[in-house]
């Protein structure tokens, strides 16, 4: 059975840090772009950033500068780093994977959640919350 678990959400001051994981089992990472969406309430889900097999990387605007992916495929383990962190940051995130091949291609987004729409995987969410 395939699952993403994420970990590492909690409640951050302003200008805080929190650091996401987000661990494989059932699957190698191998192949696989790792993305993170997030979902406040009321709003629709935005995709956040993701990171292709070969370290392409995409970032929404809103967090350009302050978040930073990365994956360890020994660990098979994707994170996301989130530094100087803002009250609208705070939604659920959630983690997705989708196999995109071993051959370098530059991430896009949109393209990216179709793909885990059609085939790919979700972690069940982590709630993040930026509160003083």
């Known amino acids: 059975q395939v699952q993403l678990v994420e970990s590492g959400g909690g409640l951050a001051q302003p200008g805080g840090s929190l650091r996401l994981s987000c661990a494989a089992s059932?699957?190698?990472?191998?192949?696989?772009?790792i993305g993170w969406f997030r979902q406040a309430p009321g709003k629709e889900r935005e995709g956040v950033s993701c990171?292709?097999?070969?370290?392409?990387?995409y970032y929404a605007n809103s967090v350009k500068g302050r978040f930073t992916i990365s994956r360890d495929n020994a660990k098979n383990t994707g994170y996301l780093q989130m530094n100087s962190l803002k009250p609208e940051d705070t939604a659920v995130y959630y983690c997705?994977?989708?196999?995109?091949?071993?051959?370098?291609?530059?991430?896009?987004?949109?393209?990216?959640?179709?793909?885990?729409?059609?085939?790919?995987?979700w972690g069940q969410g982590t709630q993040v919350t930026v509160s003083s």
């Open positions: 997705a994977a989708a196999y995109t091949g071993p051959h370098f291609q530059q991430v896009d987004m949109a393209d990216f959640e179709k793909k885990v729409e059609r085939g790919g995987y």
């Open positions: 990171i292709s097999y070969r370290d392409s990387t």
């Open positions: 059932g699957l190698t990472l191998d192949y696989y772009t």
